[in-house]
């Protein structure tokens, strides 16, 4: 059970438009490929990373981390986490990215901070 990196923020907007602007505009991001979600967003790449993922939303609500909603982390040893999590008692959703390149884990921090741990689907 390893962490390996960070890999990207997620931000909820309910100004996606501006957001990727801003993004593109002022910090240099590139908007690239992403998933075929069943929501609005944008993924913006620095390199060859999406570093920031944005979800559209109607309306912004205010929850446990603001408008961040999660961290997400490269990992290994899906099963040993997923087993880890249960052991401790933590509530966690499992989830495998439309196209199938990762499987992920969802846990929230004590502050209702989401955080994704994403696992190689041929791990």
Known sequence: MTLTMLQHVNIMTDKLDETVAFYEDILGF???ERPNFAFPGAWLYCGEE?????????EQEASGSGCIDHVAFAA???ERYTAFLGDRGYEHET???PGGRLRQIFVRDPNEVLIELNFRADE
């Not at 999406?50 to 109607?58: E, K, Q, R, Y």
């Open 30 to 32: 590139e908007n690239g």
């Open 50 to 58: 999406a570093v920031i993922h944005l979800i559209g939303v109607d």
């Open 76 to 78: 290994e040893g899906f």
């Open 95 to 97: 989830r495998v990215v």
